[in-house]
């Protein structure tokens, strides 16, 4: 697992493809001045629609979430507000328009944090995940909603290190589920996430539903002090790893 903001690179016949994993500190009470700069880029409709949620936060990570994929995707000489949202069956979005932006992008968020990965076209699918180190865990949860061999592995780690174990094992499923756009419609326990320790985490499919043949990439790292997060990434050739790279958003907001 990476600690820091960094890059991953990885040399070979052909290029790789590019993620860009965008990182932002999100105010829990009242918007500053990141978040109200955030909001302009915003459609009307998008403000009311964030008007509407009563707590501060949920609204803050709400326009940042949408700022941030509004900005990234619009990198290409497109207006933030020009861009035009779908919704799948289970609540994930994607660009209808322009064609020039339909990349493939997903969102997170946890208090405090909101995260959007944007990859360029050669990424089939992405999803990522967030979460607080400090997020209350069990081992009741963990048998409640991990596989069994992801149970047994989380027991093996020392107590004290139990806690993160899980946050780890939880962010790689979410966004392996985000990223196939099913959400909890995908039992988190007909598959099962292995070698948390090494560079690249594994997934082992229980179900035959989920075996479709795709080549996936998962990753763990520290966006931020007290956060870890988690991105799965389809890529067209296994052996190619993707070149991911972890940017805070702030500057790039502040700057414009």
Partial sequence: MRDQITSRSSSGPTESASVHIWHAAVS???PGAFESRCE???PIEEVRQADRFRRPTTRNQHVVGRAMARRLLGS???RPDQIRFGIGPHGKPFV???PQACQPFNIAHTDGLVLCGVADPAVELIGVDVECLDR??????AERYFSQPEVRLLRSYPRGEQQMRFL???????AY??????GLHTPLCDFSFESLDADRPTIRFLSSDLQDGRHWQFVCFRPRE???ASAAIVTPDPRQPPDIRWLPFEDLVMID
């Fill in 76 to 78: 290409q000489g497109i």
């Fill in 136 to 141: 209350r865990t069990s081992t009741e949860l």
């Fill in 168 to 174: 780890q094992i939880w962010t790689l499923k979410e």
């Fill in 40 to 42: 302009q880029c915003l």
């Fill in 96 to 98: 209808t328009d322009p």
């Fill in 28 to 30: 829990v009470d009242a």
């Fill in 177 to 182: 589920i985000k990223a196939i756009g099913t």
């Fill in 226 to 228: 007290g956060f870890i």
